[in-house]
């Protein structure tokens, strides 16, 4: 038998559906689709998974559809490296956190909990599931265009030589494409406890007789984090 408080929940709930589906610029005929995309396993047996399943192939096609028709000179193996970074859980977390997902999760108590609503992988899930809840509720076309919404800003910037690139690749191919020697990483300091620590790293660019520094939670992500300051000094001196 229905509490008088449930009436008061599924008019809110509804109410948030509507208002993420103008956020994203797709009318749902059947609401219970954004929903379904919505759900995290842990809220119940009706969740997301299946939906997500099916968005992670339709977002993988689409992306690789506009890439072949776009930039109709990039050979296989730059397409794939671009089409991978397009579509991994870090971009696909980032797209989600624009359209403010967190605020409409639904989740269940252990992972409300957690903070489960700010985890990039729910998030980045929840994304494909939208894709797939849009195909399922208005057929193909009306999810190429939710695609194309999702990314029209990043295929518009998209800049082939560096997409997917991290920032200690494109410095060596920088470098080498000019003949300079490789750049020389060394750690300058570890600190903090075994589970929390902070790496500072040098990277030394021979060519600009120059040393960049930079911390992080790990030698790799302090090193690219010292090449990319060393990139954007080069860009800067128009190099």
């Not at 072949?68 to 794939?80: I, N, V």
């Amino acid at each position: 038998m229905p509490t008088p408080q449930q009436p008061v929940m599924e008019i809110e709930r509804e109410r948030k559906l509507i208002q993420l589906s103008k956020k994203l610029g797709y009318e749902f005929q059947d609401l219970n689709f954004l929903q379904r995309a919505l759900t995290h396993r842990s809220a119940g047996s009706k969740n997301n998974e299946r939906l997500e399943f099916l968005g992670d192939s339709l977002v993988n096609f689409m992306v690789a559809d506009v890439l072949f028709h776009q930039f109709t000179k990039l050979a296989e193996g730059d397409m794939s490296r671009i089409r991978a970074h397009l579509v991994k859980g870090d971009t696909l977390a980032i797209i989600g956190k624009e359209y403010d997902l967190s605020d409409y999760l639904i989740l269940g108590p252990g992972e409300l909990k957690s903070g489960g609503y700010r985890r990039e992988s729910i998030i980045a899930d929840s994304v494909e599931a939208i894709i797939a809840a849009v195909y399922e509720d208005g057929g193909l076309d009306a999810c190429r265009a939710m695609v194309m919404r999702l990314y029209q800003k990043r295929l518009e910037n998209l800049d082939p030589k560096k997409m997917g690139k991290d920032p200690k690749t494109r410095l060596q191919e920088f470098l080498q494409s000019r003949n300079q020697s490789l750049p020389e990483y060394s750690i300058i300091s570890v600190n903090g406890a075994a589970h929390a620590q902070e790496f500072t790293v040098c990277c030394y660019v021979e060519m600009l007789n120059t040393k960049f520094e930079a911390s992080a939670s790990s030698r790799r992500k302090a090193e690219q984090k010292a090449a990319e300051i060393a990139l954007d000094e080069i860009e800067s001196r128009n190099i």
